[in-house]
């Protein structure tokens, strides 16, 4: 779609004054001339053997920038998703330990207001209240994670302290509403009555029956999350000025720079699809019933 649009990457480059014979010039040096079929026929090639091509704008191979870029979007990610699992499982249990009275009335309203929040407005509003009034952290950048650039680990975790909390407000809403229903439906069996009737303690009966047998459910949306967090760093990158995969992509559109564009959308298809794989997998470690059938 992007290729067969008008412009190309050599009008950007050259900008708006530039002659017709320039910019035909630059599009022939730089293969731009040839059809969109063609070109697109050559990108297949190139990755089918691992030649991921080398971007127009940066003149750098788009594996070394992808590289690049994962160190920031990668360990976000990981931030965002451990944030939003421990604010959902929390809020999740505590309004279905108390289903129907005030405490789950309260979590639910609460979570819906977190799903309708936009996380880059909200991203905006943590940088006002946290970077501009209270100045706990910076409102953008990313200082490295060595020490010789300036940064350094602790430097590198703090810069993705509140992208993390923009991306994580909104999937642990979702979740924890996940983690409610599941808990009140595995809640409703027999064996959890069983428990009950031999003396376990209600505290026993979530860790030791329920919560397991209503992870199945939990862990899908768990890795569809995932994956959403990932693709989700486009937008909140560039609200903190984050110098990762998200920030890449959108500054490859601006240029035209169709290569990575396509790059980095099979790297987050294939990151997906790996994602779905390994959830289908821990399926059968957390629910023995599986490992039975197999057998």
């Not at 035909?24 to 697109?40: E, I, N, Q, T, W």
């Not at 594996?63 to 990668?74: C, N």
């Not at 501009?132 to 430097?155: I, M, N, Y």
């Amino acid at each position: 779609m992007l290729d067969v649009l008008p412009g190309n990457a050599a009008e950007v480059m050259l900008g708006e004054s530039a002659t017709p014979e320039s910019v035909a010039a630059l599009s022939a040096k730089l293969g731009l001339d040839r059809p969109a079929p063609v070109r697109y026929a050559d990108w297949m090639k190139g990755l089918a053997t691992g030649e991921l091509g080398t971007s127009i704008a940066y003149d750098t191979p788009i594996a070394q920038l992808v590289a690049e870029r994962l160190v920031v979007t990668v360990p976000l990610a990981l931030m965002a998703m451990a944030l939003t699992t421990l604010l959902a499982f929390s809020l999740g249990l505590y309004a279905a330990s108390r289903h129907g009275r005030g405490g789950d009335i309260g979590v639910m309203a609460a979570s819906q207001i977190g799903i309708a929040i936009p996380n880059f407005w909200f991203a905006i509003l943590l940088i006002l209240a946290f970077a501009v009034k209270l100045r706990w952290f910076s409102a953008g950048g990313f200082p490295g994670w060595s020490e010789a650039d300036g940064g350094g680990v602790g430097a590198g975790l703090r810069a993705l302290v509140l992208p993390a909390v923009a991306l994580a407000v909104v999937q642990a809403a979702i979740l924890a509403r996940i983690v409610r229903s599941a808990v009140l439906d595995v809640l409703r069996e027999d064996f959890v009555r069983t428990a009950r009737a031999k003396g376990a303690t209600p505290r026993g009966v979530l860790w030791g029956h329920v919560l397991r047998n209503a992870m199945v459910p939990v862990l899908t949306v768990m890795g569809l999350q995932f994956a959403n967090l990932l693709t989700g760093t486009v937008v909140i990158e560039n609200v903190f000025s984050l110098p990762g995969l998200g920030r890449l992509v959108f500054q490859a559109i601006a240029n035209r720079d169709l290569l990575v564009v396509r790059d980095v959308v099979m790297l987050l298809a294939a990151a997906v699809v790996l994602i779905n794989f390994v959830v289908d997998m821990l399926y059968v470690v957390i629910d023995p019933r599986l490992r039975v059938r197999a057998a």
